[in-house]
Every structure is written in C-alpha cells, then in structure tokens.
C-alpha cells in the first residue's frame, strides 16, 4: 500500500513538472511572438505550480512591462530581485516600467545592504556555520577543564556570540523568502482612509508606489510610504512582494 502511495506520488509529481516545464515553454513562445497576454497566463500557469519558479517570475514581470501593466511589472520585478538582488537588468526594467508611468526615479532595494548579504547567503550556510562555531565552543570548553589558560574565557564567549549570530542569520534568511513586508500598488490609483470607518482623505497612491506593511487594523493596512509618511489603504489593493 505504501509503496503505491509512493509510486502515484512521484508520478503526479512527474506530471506536474512536464506541465509546468510545458507552460513555461509556451510562455517563451507566446513572449518571442509579442502575444504578452497569452504569455503572462502560461507564466502564471507556472507559479501556480512552482512559485519560486525564478525565470517564470522574471518572464511574467518582463510581458507585463511590454503590456503597459507597469504595477504589475514592478511586482514581478520585485519578487525576482528580491531571489537575485545584483541583477542589473531586472533593475533597469523597473527603471523603464518608472518611466512609463511617468516617473522619473530609479529603482532601489528595499531592503539594507548587510540584510541582502544576509539573506544571499541563505540559511544552510548559516546553520553549517553555527554548527562548526558551536563545535569548536564545544573543543574549547572541554580544553579549559584540561587545562585552563588566560584567555580562553574570552574565546569561548566570541564563539558562543558568533554561534548565536550564525542561527540568528539563518532564522532572518529562511524567513526572507516568505516575508510580505513589502507591496506594490498594481491598480491605476487607490484612495488613502483617514480612518477605519471609511472617510477618505484627499489623497491616493498611483500604480507602481511600493509601501511598507506596519500593522493590520480593523479594516484597513497601516503602511510607511517610501518619505515615511504612513497611510491607511485597503489590502486588496496592493499586492506583496
């Protein structure tokens, strides 16, 4: 019985790659014959079955910017660079979906250069480096019941700081990838609430403006704008990174 479990498991795994590997494909044919909206379903397709899909994610926000859905685009764009944060084409196509919404600004990461170093590394790296300091914390506590010396109090402190430093790394960079503190405004303009009960300010946000999530109230999202304002919108309307 088990083993029939296991045989149907990997053959509908099997079935789902050829499927998504069969709509990625679609997709490249669709994008190369400029039919970006059959393109972008393909791609979809493909996220839907795999969403760390990374070429499937920069594909679908390069159709979206060649089908003038530049919140779309950046979204995608987004996503992707936040898997491969050093890719400068990525970086120039949010540049070109600015301009195309009539901005004129660059993109920048949203996230600190030492949180990108820490999540380029990723968590396995991090963990394999807590457990070497963790074992050498080990050595050193063992050698200082053999044989105590002057400063090995002191390196057993460093290693026991850099063995929790290393778990902390790991624990930021595995929930990097499932983090939703970013979003991207995708709709032509949403309106800005004073409050939950739905009085609405004079202001709004365009397509394209990136925010960041603070809290979720009754109603409504608390974000900070990217001055460092903050606003109160509707969830729905912003899609997250």
Known sequence: MIRLILTLFFALSCFTSLFAQESFEKGLNFAQAKK?????REFKSVLETNPANESAVYNLGNCYLHNKEN?????????????NPSDEEAMTKIDQAYLQLGLNKTWNSAYSTSEILIFQMGPNTWVILSIVFSILMSWMIFLSFKQARKNTLAIILLLFVLTISCLYGAFSSNNYFEDERFAIVTEKSIPIFANDLGELTQNSLNEGTRVEFISKTKTNIKVRLEGGKTALIKSASVEFI
Do not use: F, H, V
Not at 36 to 40: D, F, G, N, Q, V
Not at 71 to 83: H, P, T
């Open 71 to 83: 919140g779309k685009a950046i979204l995608y764009l987004e996503k992707y660079l936040k898997l």
């Open 36 to 40: 970006y909206t059959l393109a972008i």
